[in-house]
């Protein structure tokens, strides 16, 4: 089992920045990476940026490029996601997940999720 656990979301104006974080724990060992999701009103999930466990590999939709960054904190056991620049499109609930390989089928973890609202 894995748990997560998303804060930092709120509501800021166009422009501004926020930083998510994502506590993890349990059993980690066998988690290859981790990352952020988000899903707008009306629409599906959809991936926002991903961090490989040891952290030298990340990768961004493409929506998102040069304006946010992920990055994973090993003493913390946080994975945070800074947004900078934020548009009225980035309004969403922002997801944290792990990828783990520890059992087959390989599992999705979530966390609850956290609401980022960017105004105009």
């Known amino acids: 089992q894995v748990q997560l656990v998303e804060s930092g979301g709120g509501l800021v104006q166009a422009g501004g920045s926020l930083r998510l974080s994502c506590a993890y724990s349990?059993?980690?060992?066998?988690?290859?990476?981790v990352g952020w999701y988000r899903q707008a009103p009306g629409k599906e999930r959809e991936f926002v940026a991903t961090i490989s466990w040891g952290g030298g590999l990340t990768n961004y939709a493409d929506s998102v490029k040069g304006r946010f960054t992920i990055s994973k904190d090993n003493a913390k056991n946080t994975v945070y996601l800074q947004m900078n620049s934020l548009k009225p499109e980035d309004t969403a609930i922002y997801y944290c997940n792990a990828y783990y390989n520890g059992v087959y089928p390989p599992i999705d973890y979530w966390g609850q999720g956290t609401q980022v609202t960017v105004s105009s």
């Open positions: 349990g059993r980690t060992i066998s988690i290859v990476k």
